[in-house]
């Protein structure tokens, strides 16, 4: 039984980019031409507000907050090693980097 149930949990997948595509544009009565536009415009949209010169966030509306989220370079540091007692190990340094936060708004969560 158990297994019949995971079985029929994972045959469900997640929609491919073209099946996403198709299906917005039959809804709306767009082409998928204009759907894929849409999109590509607004990853560039995306990614114009987060980068350095933008203002670090963007809110797609009713859906979800990206924001970047700057992350300072690390030093190499020494610890112990929680595999062997006693013996120290080094862990290494990391560049600074920019990573980017995505939290779901609230309306989102209440459709789930």
């Known amino acids: 039984m158990a297994k019949a149930k995971a079985a029929a949990a994972k045959t469900v997948k997640p929609l491919t980019k073209s099946e996403i595509y198709t299906s917005l544009a039959e809804s709306t009565g767009l082409t998928r031409k204009d759907i894929a ?61 920019t990573d980017v936060r995505i939290r779901p708004i609230k309306s989102l969560k209440e459709m789930l």
């Not at 949209?45 to 979800?64: D, H, M, R, T, Y």
């Not at 990206?66 to 030093?75: I, L, Y």
């Open 37 to 97: 536009k849409v999109f590509e415009e607004l990853s560039t949209l995306v990614a114009k507000n987060l980068s350095k010169k933008g203002p670090g966030q963007f809110s797609l509306p009713g859906i979800a907050k990206m924001r970047a989220v700057h992350k300072e370079a690390t030093k190499p540091t020494q610890k112990a090693n929680p595999f062997k007692p006693g013996e120290m190990m080094t862990v290494k340094a990391k560049p600074a980097r």
